[in-house]
């Protein structure tokens, strides 16, 4: 009986053993599997994944660090990481070792790194303590991930938030100008001259969205305020001028004032009567700035008035922004407006 039972204890060992074994393979199998899996990761991440050792010398080298840094593993592995920090910035490296000394983790560090073409590039970087089996700082890992475009697109809406709000505060100056020199004998004349003022800059305004705010064109300025006018066959429209692209500030000035100049022969000049003519014409003066005449003809007799309007005003206060200067002549035949202004 002896003898049977020892058999039979021999067995269950083994049968344990066999069991204990297959459990073991299985572990490892997974831990493998695992292993791999990870290091499949590491090797493919788009962010440059980095090992060094406490002396800062690189010992591993992911596919990210080749695209990121532009050195290949052979180039990179055995070489000190400061390979890729500006000279201006080596510090960085000891501060960060020193660190990682300590069992510190530098986590989301915004820094500049350079590739080995010689261009730099902003990275966010993190670095963590590598351990041995026996909780000993051996070593430090680093996820660096470029972000150069990131930090380009954070300037470039930075930039244009700073240009929208000094757009946007000379429009509010030049609408303001306009409503402040606006004057009417009536609350509904006072409404529309302002709302006229106001569309001539709005108007204008369409042309800087075209041009992606280069600027907008004399003539296009001119034919856009005018487009009223020159769909009626009653009158003769003549404007003539060299190819010229004001600033934004300049356009609206100009856009103003020929919108206060139109508004001005619709009530008194020319083209209050069939058959009146505008000539409008520029040119470049020998000191580089823009010579610009509007001339009436065929309207009603003109008379010198006894007061400045308040168009005269507008237009006036439109050129002086541009440090112009503006002279009217109110001659029998038709109003003369000469403007001189630089470019």
């Not at 066959?233 to 020929?258: D, H, R, W, Y």
């Not at 022969?265 to 069939?274: E, L, N, P, Q, T």
Request: charged share 25%.
């Amino acid at each position: 009986m002896d003898q049977d039972f020892m058999e039979e204890f021999s067995l269950s060992q083994a049968d344990r053993d066999v069991a204990e074994r297959k459990r073991l393979e299985s572990a490892l199998y997974e831990s493998d599997s695992r292993l791999r899996w990870l290091a499949s990761i590491v090797e493919f991440s788009h962010d440059a994944i980095v090992s060094k050792n406490l002396d800062g010398i690189i010992l591993s080298w992911n596919k990210g660090a080749e695209y990121v840094f532009g050195y290949t593993a052979e180039e990179a592995i055995g070489q000190p990481i400061t390979i890729v920090i500006p000279q201006d910035r080596q510090n960085e490296e000891r501060d960060i070792l020193t660190r990682i000394r300590r069992g510190e983790r530098v986590d989301h560090f915004e820094t500049i790194r350079q590739r080995k073409d010689g261009h730099l590039i902003h990275i966010s970087l993190t670095v963590s303590p590598v351990k041995d089996v026996k909780g000993n700082i051996i070593g430090a890992s680093k996820v660096a991930r470029d972000i150069t475009q990131s930090k380009c697109d954070q300037e470039r809406i930075a930039v244009l938030a700073r240009e929208a709000e000094h757009r946007s505060r000379n429009v509010l100056a030049t609408v303001q100008a306009a409503v402040k020199l606006s004057r009417a004998d009536t609350v509904d004349g006072l409404k529309d001259a302002i709302s006229g003022r106001v569309h001539a800059i709005a108007n204008v305004h369409s042309l800087f969205a075209e041009s992606r705010w280069i600027g907008a064109d004399l003539l296009t300025i001119a034919k856009q305020e005018l487009a009223p006018y020159l769909e009626r066959s009653e009158f003769e429209i003549k404007i003539q001028g060299e190819p010229v692209l004001f600033e934004p500030n300049s356009a609206q000035a100009l856009a103003v004032t020929l919108h206060e100049l139109a508004t001005n022969a619709a009530k008194y000049g020319s083209f209050s009567v069939a058959k009146g003519v505008i000539c409008l014409h520029w040119k470049y003066t020998t000191e580089g700035g823009i010579y610009l005449v509007w001339k009436e003809e065929g309207g009603p007799p003109v008379q010198m008035p006894t007061r400045r309007g308040f168009g005269s005003r507008i237009i006036e206060q439109m050129i002086a922004q541009l440090n112009g200067v503006t002279r009217l002549d109110w001659r029998p035949e038709g109003l003369v407006c000469e403007i001189t202004f630089p470019k």
